[in-house]
């Protein structure tokens, strides 16, 4: 990186700037799947049963739920078993349900789903196989969250899609243009060695190097700046916030996706020398 | 390149220089060079004289593939350039030596950096780079001035180096541009001396210029350019020895 400095400390800033937008996208869209693997992973369905169930019944309808597709485990609940659940629940407060026949609360099914089916969409094909069966009364697991949540996470992820190929664009057009002024500044050493019979690749190789550089350079600026801002983010927040967070599985991006951005810097940067230097570096007089 | 070498000094093969029926016309319309047909043999000295815009430049530029012809072609050293380009221009180059009115230095390199780059870019590098240098910079009469910096050095020096970085591989073929338009009467003949010298080694030199007075003081070919098109009436001068 010989000469202008300030040409090539003004590209490195721009790299850093442009991929610490979107890898603060990145790292928010990381998080917010991670979040959502948590509360999958919590996923159960509870189908409340209609009435009292003889026991030869119960026995065949467990046996056929254990052969639905996605479920691991189902577990019997019965009244009774839903009261002790309550009173255990309810603690010193358990004085509230004097009086109240456990016959009140309605037996149900506790059934945990393997993981792959730990999602919106392939519960749905569980719980409408649950319905087929008469001694369902009402299923619930959570729907509108799981919905919500997921919906979320995909509006961030498709956020980051769009952001990313725009930010792309405007980042290939402004690293070409910030090259290209680089490039300029040496075009009387290009043509000298265009004059002595350098080959093209001689004379455009340390461009893509130092494009290259500059790329990690500037990938690695927004790594840094991305993490000083998450720490500041967790430093400088109210301390019951930080609390609630710091239950949540966040944290900040994992090396591999770090190796990511630092190869893509390294692309761009080499992509960008590229771009600015088709016309400056076509050999010439 | 040892193939175009032994073409070029070979049997059937003493052209250094051969034009076809070659134009050029800008995109601006302005013709530059009109059915210009001409041949240089393999270390001939020849003047392309004219005037200030009678196409000189244009015509050396055509020759060092920095533009190629409207029509018709050029074939200098065994390479072809023609209406639809030159394939390896580096190759094309890297078999000759240009040297312009101004010096084309670059000034973050010392004297020997400037001549060394003409040997860097083709892959060599070291002890025989130095060697090499030392050897052009004898020459051209700036020995023992290797690590000076360009803008300590005189213009008539700079051009010196210039020539030095056109020597220093040793070219079969020296295109110059008017190298003398900007020194005086004693730098010229002392700049002429070393041209004359590279010619004696049976290099072929292509010099062009609008001054007709330095012409007039050597016997050497002249080939006459006017308004772009040879003006053959007045071509003639010596032969070099590949005639």
């Known amino acids: 990186m010989r000469g202008n400095w300030f040409l090539n400390l003004g590209t490195i800033c721009?790299?850093?700037?442009?991929?610490l937008i979107f890898s603060a996208f990145s790292l928010i869209a990381f998080n917010l799947?991670?979040?959502?693997?948590?509360?999958?992973?919590?996923?159960?369905?509870?189908?409340?049963?209609?009435g009292k169930t003889p026991p030869n019944e119960l026995d065949a309808l467990l046996k056929s739920t254990r052969l639905i597709t996605g479920i691991e485990t189902v577990k019997y609940i019965s009244s009774s078993d839903a009261m002790a659940f309550m009173e255990t629940k309810l603690g010193k407060q358990k004085n509230l349900l004097e009086g109240i026949q456990p016959d009140v609360l309605p037996s149900s099914l506790e059934i945990q789903l393997k993981k792959e089916y730990r999602n919106s969409a392939k519960i749905k094909e569980v719980i409408s196989q649950l319905q087929q069966f008469p001694q369902v009364d009402e299923i619930q697991y959570g729907r509108e969250w799981v919905e919500t949540f997921s919906g979320l996470v995909h509006s961030v992820r498709l956020v980051q899609i769009i952001?990313?190929?725009?930010?792309?664009?405007?980042?290939?057009?402004?690293?070409?243009n910030t090259l290209q002024g680089t490039i300029s500044s040496r075009r009387e050493e290009i043509e000298v060695m265009h004059l002595v019979g350098a080959s093209p690749a001689f004379v455009q190789v340390p461009f893509y190097i130092e494009g290259l550089i500059q790329g990690f350079l500037g990938a690695g600026l927004?790594?840094?700046?991305?993490?000083?801002?998450?720490?500041?983010?967790?430093?400088?927040m109210a301390p019951s916030v930080r609390e609630w967070l710091l239950r949540m599985p966040i944290s900040f991006l994992p090396p591999e996706t770090i190796a990511w951005f630092l190869s893509g810097g390294m692309v761009l940067g080499i992509f960008g020398s590229f771009i600015a230097s088709i016309k400056i570096l076509r050999y010439s007089g | 390149m040892l193939i175009l070498r032994i073409l070029a000094s070979g049997s059937g093969w003493?052209?250094?220089?051969?034009?076809?029926?070659v134009s050029k016309t800008y995109p601006n319309q302005v013709c530059a060079l009109s059915d210009i047909t001409l041949e240089i043999p393999a270390g001939q000295f020849a003047f392309i004289v004219g005037p200030s815009g009678s196409g000189k430049t244009t015509l050396l530029r055509i020759l060092f593939g920095a533009e190629r012809p409207t029509s018709g072609e050029a074939v200098v050293n065994g390479f072809t350039i023609s209406p639809q380009g030159v394939g390896r221009v580096h190759q094309l180059r890297r078999n000759m030596g240009i040297v312009f009115q101004d010096a084309k230095l670059l000034l973050d390199r010392t004297v020997s950096g400037n001549?060394?780059?003409?040997?860097?870019?083709?892959?060599?590098?070291?002890?025989?780079?130095?060697?090499?240098?030392?050897?052009?910079?004898?020459?051209?009469?700036?020995?023992?001035?290797?690590?000076?910096?360009?803008?300590?050095?005189?213009?008539?020096?700079?051009?010196?180096?210039?020539?030095?970085r056109a020597l220093v591989h040793q070219p079969p073929l020296l295109l110059l541009d008017e190298p003398t338009g900007n020194l005086d009467s004693e730098m010229t003949t002392d700049v002429m001396a070393v041209f004359s010298h590279v010619h004696q080694k049976g290099t072929t030199v292509v010099f062009a210029t609008h001054n007709t007075d330095l012409v007039r003081r050597y016997p050497y070919r002249e080939i006459q350019i006017l308004a772009g098109r040879e003006d053959r009436s007045e071509t003639g001068g010596e032969r070099g020895p590949g005639d």
């Open chain 1, 14 to 19: 721009i790299i850093a700037i442009s991929i």
């Open chain 1, 33 to 50: 799947t991670s979040l959502l693997k948590v509360w999958e992973d919590k996923i159960e369905i509870i189908a409340y049963l209609k």
């Open chain 1, 163 to 176: 952001l990313g190929g725009l930010l792309l664009a405007a980042m290939t057009f402004i690293i070409a």
């Open chain 1, 222 to 236: 927004a790594m840094m700046s991305l993490f000083f801002l998450f720490k500041v983010f967790f430093a400088y």
């Open chain 2, 14 to 21: 003493n052209r250094m220089i051969q034009m076809t029926h």
């Open chain 2, 115 to 164: 001549v060394a780059l003409t040997l860097e870019v083709t892959g060599q590098f070291g002890r025989e780079v130095k060697r090499k240098v030392v050897e052009a910079l004898t020459e051209v009469g700036l020995k023992g001035r290797e690590n000076d910096s360009i803008l300590s050095l005189s213009a008539g020096e700079q051009q010196r180096v210039t020539i030095a």
